[in-house]
């Protein structure tokens, strides 16, 4: 019954930004994390940024490093991604993903835990012109 709904891809310019929200239902979590992924063109998922459900704490990856922001409101069960000075590398299919065990490291530093991760949205696809 969990659900994971993402919404606010699309086109962007180069040096542009756009936020990304997760919607969520039937997910509830004191002990696990929620991310945002992203597939590129030819390339493995990989974690961009994750975010805590226990302490709120936060990891990025460092190709996105100070342009990326997650963020949550529990009361609107929502997960947001701000993404600002976007680059032509930050193109692909971004996913929604949540897990009640997996802790925020976990998430986000291990490498291929996409597998293990329980709960995914669609993907929405963001496309960053040059």
């Known amino acids: 019954q969990v659900q994971l709904v993402e919404s606010g891809g699309g086109l962007v310019q180069r040096g542009g930004s756009m936020r990304l929200s997760c919607t969520t239902s039937?997910?509830?979590?004191?002990?696990?994390?929620i991310a945002w992924f992203r597939q590129a063109p030819g390339k493995e998922r990989a974690a961009v940024s994750c975010?805590?459900?226990?302490?709120?704490?936060?990891l990025v990856a460092d190709s996105v490093t100070g342009r990326f922001t997650i963020s949550r409101d529990i009361a609107k069960n929502t997960v947001y991604l701000d993404m600002n000075n976007l680059k032509p590398e930050d193109t692909g299919v971004y996913f929604c993903a949540a897990d009640r065990m997996l802790i925020v490291q976990a998430m986000c530093l291990e490498p291929d835990v996409w597998l293990h991760v329980d709960y995914w949205g669609q993907g929405i696809q963001v496309t960053v012109s040059s």
């Open positions: 975010i805590s459900t226990k302490d709120a704490t936060t």
């Open positions: 039937g997910f509830t979590s004191n002990n696990g994390a």
